[in-house]
């Protein structure tokens, strides 16, 4: 067993009060986390000022994405784990501003129970047509829609992390038969199927709701390309919990203009935020949420702290830390 004290410097986002971490909110963290939780001398900056000073001798940092892309590159001696408060990290590639001696963590599991909530709230709404009732209502316009039931149709999930994984769960407890998309067709609990991209194609056709939930790599930019959305059938509707850039928005918009699909109900978009006179503002049948669909402030950053601490405890035990950011891969 390592001895794992630290240094720690949590700095704050000066941008998003909502995320801001407190003493209290440590403290509450700590105290759940037991053990591992004891010992370690922490620091809390709001200011450039308190992050310069805070990394003369930090060995841990944990802060969120947009703090990331402001302050690396900088001094950071003694370095060498930066646990970032958002899952994808996309925005940080080629990663070169950063240490090369810590290990870079994201919070990949914060999000599970909000992703899972948000995604089956998509597919029902789908299923029941409320995209194209708001665009009803949006123009006066009195006219019946019929939705359905989702037990027994056939749901799509790309993406079996943190995100894709509560989602699928949620699909199998209506009944759905759910296919799971990953990187390897291995087996899992709540999916009926599981397969690869490459063979995406062949499961489109059947497909009634497809939840994208994977995270944007140079594998996943630009997965469901205007040919691959065409493949969908008739009616089927589309959830978009990841990155914008997973799919063609022009294909989608044609889609849906000419009601080829039914709806779609998308959270995150290229670019961010969705510029006024944008297409997706206009296109019929389109729910759009601004990139909050799997955060809850009331629990982000207790949860965030949470996972932390699991993997501290899991570098003290000589386990594999389990928030490890590939960067090779993207996730």
């Known amino acids: 067993m390592l001895r794992c004290i630290m240094r720690i410097h949590i700095q704050n986002p000066n941008d998003d009060p909502l995320f801001v971490f407190s003493h209290e909110q440590w403290d509450s963290a700590?105290?759940?986390?037991?053990?591992?939780?004891?010992?370690?001398?922490?620091t809390?900056?709001?200011?450039?000022?308190?992050?310069?000073?805070?990394?003369?001798?930090?060995?841990?940092l944990v802060t969120d994405l947009g703090v990331a892309l402001r302050v690396f590159p900088c001094r950071a001696p003694r370095l060498r784990l930066i646990y970032l408060t958002s899952a994808g990290l996309e925005k940080l590639a080629p990663f070169d501003q950063l240490p090369g001696n810590a290990t870079l963590l994201n919070n990949s599991g914060t999000h599970s129970q909000k992703a899972g909530e948000f995604g089956i709230m998509a597919v029902l709404m789908l299923a029941n047509r409320v995209p194209t009732l708001v665009t009803n209502q949006r123009a006066g316009t009195w006219r019946k829609q019929w939705g359905t039931t989702v037990g027994g149709k056939r749901l799509t999930v790309v993406g079996l992390g943190g995100m894709g994984a509560p989602i699928a769960a949620w699909g199998r407890k209506?009944?759905?038969?759910v296919t799971g998309v990953r990187t390897v067709a291995e087996p899992h609990p709540d999916c009926d199927a599981?397969?690869?991209?490459?063979?995406?194609d062949q499961v489109l056709p059947s497909t009634d709701f497809?939840?994208?939930?994977?995270?944007?790599?140079?594998?996943?930019?630009g997965l469901l390309d205007r040919r691959r959305l065409g493949l969908l059938p008739p009616g089927a509707g589309l959830v978009n919990v990841?990155?914008?850039?997973?799919?063609?928005?022009?294909?989608?918009?044609d889609l849906l203009d000419?009601?080829?699909?039914s709806g779609a109900v998308l959270d995150v978009f290229t670019p961010e935020p969705l510029p006024d006179g944008h297409r997706l503002w206009t296109t019929p049948n389109v729910i759009i949420s601004p990139h909050t669909s799997v955060d809850e402030p009331a629990s982000y950053n207790a949860l965030s702290l949470d996972i932390f601490f699991e993997n501290l405890r899991a570098l003290r035990d000589g386990r594999p830390m389990p928030n490890v950011f590939d960067t090779s891969r993207g996730y």
């Open 210 to 221: 497809l939840a994208l939930a994977c995270p944007l790599t140079p594998a996943t930019r």
């Open 30 to 42: 700590a105290a759940r986390a037991g053990d591992i939780a004891v010992g370690h001398e922490v």
């Open 242 to 253: 990841g990155r914008g850039g997973l799919l063609d928005q022009d294909a989608l918009c």
């Open 174 to 177: 209506f009944g759905m038969h």
């Open 258 to 261: 000419s009601g080829h699909l």
């Open 44 to 60: 809390l900056g709001d200011t450039d000022n308190d992050f310069i000073a805070g990394m003369e001798d930090a060995e841990a």
């Open 194 to 200: 599981v397969i690869t991209a490459a063979d995406l």
